[in-house]
């Protein structure tokens, strides 16, 4: 039977981000919008301004005299244990003991009756320490004997030395990739009420509202269902609300149960950035043999990051930095080696694409390094060295690359970006423009996903139907702008053949879904629709038995379609058979659950299948710079995104295109830089410069392959968007690097470290100019 109308907002469809008119009405509430209740005290961090030292003490005699101020907190007030690493590694305190760790490290709290007395008595503390050596990058920590943060791994697959013997040619060199500061718009903040016995409830800005419990509860000693933490949304996250809101969270709830009044931690701008993670920077050694066509013979390759003062999630963003050094490309042998640092800085943490991106660069300076050195255009060499499908398609980890849709989606791409015409002329252009000079640079993309860790490839949801048909959601991932929420709410509709705007999305709450996974490693949507979808299938599969018995009919003759069901040659409304189920007292709510299949990893052996899929994407981006002062500008951009069958294309379009710039910004204007003191001078908007909207390309013509479905049984055949098209910008990096070799008619390749800041530019075209 089939109806001819249809619903409005299911899956497949363009359908607006439920709060779209709430973020630009200012109608969408957030953690710091919730009205405080009377008594209501604030907390500002107090933080080292030494980068290594011995703590002997700390006098808070003007703090307390401060008027206002209601108490301090240290380490001594801890009721718990004093650590909050995401991984257990009992090596990162709330407040320090002994030993400053890095500028900017929070020593204390101030409890005050107003956040400006908390934040100016804060600054009243008189620390007495005893300075020690200190060492900032990977290198000089390598060099000083410090040691790993976490295990390193190494990654291996066939045999690696006879084949750099007997290939014609090989290139050794070194490449500095920086670090990135999140800048979401939304910062850190925790607001704690406490309730009877042990009980608090946590409102915050999280990724991971189950650590979030957990670490609360470890902190003050209670067990984790004493702890409700609750997410609506957040301001953005990028990874920086992963693990990183560990600390205000448990700095609100500590003392909103010592002083038994609702706290709430809101740091400044800068404090947010001296005191929270950053991606990773990284220092990558690369020696790559190759034929004399550029296929590649063999890789070795080491990637040392600068982790901070302690291991945080450094060990799985540097496992998965190993994991995309292959990007597109096959490596017949190849060695891979991380050695994740300990250094006296913040320690670093998540962000988009968690460690991948740093990897796929290194891929991409490989590939350019070889295209340069053979005289090819890069983009033939790229596809050269491209996974195949029957044979050359095991990655450095293990893994066979069964579903590799890169030679139809970057052929694609070449023709309708007009590739080889568009580059002849900028060759042709560059030979008569002495000042100007232009590049292009087409790239591919594959990334795994799935958690590298297994155990969070798993995710619950709650369905209610209530008895006058309308729908209440749950799950356990967060909302953060990038439509989680309303995919999943589209899965539900579609499952249910009602409207969209039928249910109603709630906030995330572990009062409602347990041990959720971290919204991160772009699963949420594939893990939370799932789980969704399994509760909707339950109450359908209870209310199909009750059509069927009361009907008399067969379960195949009850078909839901378009706010209606069909039961036989009978049609009901949803409302009305949702009531009468009620009243036949049929449960009407049920508890999802999805773990993801296939996936299985050892690290001892470095080897497995840690990823479900793999998504893919290229761009080709054309630049022009000004060799007289390195400036740039970003003339077009070309995308052509993997998604698979689309759970909404707007969405995922929007997502592909911030991703992007995004991933432009990391490569090009945002720059990290800490003096010899260690301490951060990039620490405000003002002295940190992300992509304005006059640095979008000129041109930006995004379009999602239409054409591509996942083979894997994922939600609806969609393939997750988050994180992937992130590397998309490195096609911008490889068009700066083309325009800055044209000055030395493209005989060497530019070497550019990333970002590649006017100044790295303008240094490069001179080292090029001089022969250097």
Not at 351 to 364: L, N, S, T
Not at 513 to 527: H, I, Q
Not at 576 to 586: D, F, G, N, T, W
Not at 638 to 650: A, M
């Amino acid at each position: 039977m089939k109806d001819t109308v249809s619903i409005v907002g299911a899956a497949h469809t363009d359908v607006n981000h439920d709060s779209a008119i709430k973020h630009v009405t200012g109608g969408a509430d957030y953690t710091d919008d919730i009205a405080l209740p009377q008594g209501a005290l604030h907390a500002y961090l107090g933080v080292s301004d030494v980068a290594h030292a011995k703590l002997l003490g700390i006098d808070f005699a003007k703090v307390l005299a401060t008027p206002g101020v209601v108490g301090v907190l240290t380490a001594d007030d801890v009721p718990g244990i004093n650590d909050i690493s995401p991984t257990h590694l009992n090596d990162e305190p709330v407040f320090p003991t002994d030993t400053i760790q890095f500028h900017g490290q929070p020593l204390f709290a101030v409890i005050a009756e107003t956040r400006d007395i908390a934040r100016r008595a804060a600054e009243l503390a008189e620390v007495e320490y005893e300075a020690l050596p200190h060492a900032l990058d990977p290198t000089e920590a390598q060099n000083a004997g410090y040691p790993y943060v976490t295990a390193p791994l190494k990654l291996e697959r066939g045999d690696v030395a006879p084949a750099q013997a007997a290939a014609p040619n090989r290139i050794k060199s070194r490449m500095r990739v920086g670090g990135q500061d999140h800048m979401y718009l939304e910062g850190h903040i925790a607001f704690a009420i406490p309730g009877e016995d042990d009980d608090v409830v946590v409102h915050c800005s999280t990724q991971h509202p189950s650590e979030a419990q957990h670490m609360v509860a470890h902190v003050l000693g209670v067990p984790s269902n004493a702890v409700v933490v609750n997410v609506r949304r957040m301001g953005g996250g990028f990874g920086g609300k992963e693990s990183q809101m560990n600390l205000f969270c448990v700095v609100a709830a500590m003392a909103a149960k010592k002083w038994n009044r609702a706290v709430k931690i809101r740091p400044d701008r800068d404090q947010d950035m001296t005191a929270t993670g950053k991606r990773h920077d990284f220092v990558i050694d690369y020696d790559v043999a190759f034929d004399d066509t550029g296929r590649i013979q063999a890789v070795e390759s080491s990637f040392a990051a600068r982790c901070g003062f302690s291991a945080d999630l450094s060990g799985p963003v540097t496992d998965r930095a190993l994991f995309h050094a292959d990007n597109a490309y096959f490596y017949p042998n190849v060695r891979l080696s991380s050695h994740p640092m300990k250094t006296n800085t913040v320690s670093n943490t998540a962000f988009r694409g968690f460690g991948g991106p740093q990897g796929v660069i290194a891929a991409e300076r490989m590939i350019e390094e070889i295209a340069y050195a053979t005289g090819q255009d890069p983009l033939d060499v790229r596809k050269a060295n491209f996974y195949g499908t029957e044979d050359r398609n095991v990655t450095p980890y293990h893994q066979v690359v069964e579903d590799s849709i890169l030679d139809r989606l970057v052929r694609e791409l070449e023709e309708t970006s007009d590739y080889r015409q568009r580059r002849q002329a900028i060759i042709d252009f560059n030979k008569t423009s002495p000042i100007l000079k232009k590049g292009i640079a087409l790239t591919p993309v594959k990334f795994g996903i799935s958690f590298t860790a297994t155990w969070y490839n798993q995710a619950g949801a709650l369905v209610h139907v209530y008895k006058d048909g309308s729908i209440h959601l749950n799950h356990g991932g967060t909302e953060m702008g990038q439509g989680l929420n309303t995919k999943v709410a589209q899965v539900v509709a579609e499952a249910f053949q009602v409207d969209f705007g039928r249910i109603k999305i709630t906030k995330t709450t572990t009062e409602k879904v347990p041990n959720t996974s971290a919204t991160a490693a772009s699963s949420g949507t594939d893990l939370n629709g799932m789980a969704a979808l399994n509760a909707v299938e339950q109450i359908k599969e209870r209310l199909v038995k009750f059509a069927s018995e009361n009907w008399d009919v067969s379960p195949e003759q009850v078909i839901f379609l378009a706010n209606h069901v069909h039961i036989g040659e009978d049609v009901l409304p949803f409302d009305a058979l949702i009531k009468q189920a009620y009243l036949a007292r049929v449960q009407l709510s049920a508890a999802g659950f999805y773990k993801t299949p296939k996936i299985h990893w050892d690290r001892e052996k470095g080897q497995g299948r840690p990823f479900y899929y793999y998504a893919y994407g290229a761009s080709c981006s054309e630049v022009t710079i000004d060799t007289l002062t390195g400036e740039y500008q970003v003339d077009r951009t070309d995308v052509l995104h993997d998604v698979g069958r689309s759970l909404n294309p707007v969405l995922d379009k929007g997502q592909v295109e911030g991703a992007f710039i995004q991933g432009m910004g990391w490569l090009t204007t945002e720059e990290l830089w800490w003096d010899d003191a260690g301490r951060l001078r990039t620490h405000a908007p003002s002295t940190y410069k992300i992509p304005l909207a006059s640095d979008r390309p000129r041109i930006f013509n995004v379009k999602l392959a239409d054409w591509s479905e996942n083979r894997e049984l994922t939600i609806k055949r969609s393939k997750a968007v988050g994180e992937p098209p992130f590397m998309l910008g490195i096609s911008v990096f490889e068009a700066l690097s083309m325009a800055v070799a044209s000055v030395a008619d493209y005989r060497e390749c530019p070497r550019l470290d990333a970002p590649a800041t006017p100044e790295r530019v303008l240094m490069a075209v001179a080292r090029l100019q001089n022969g250097a």
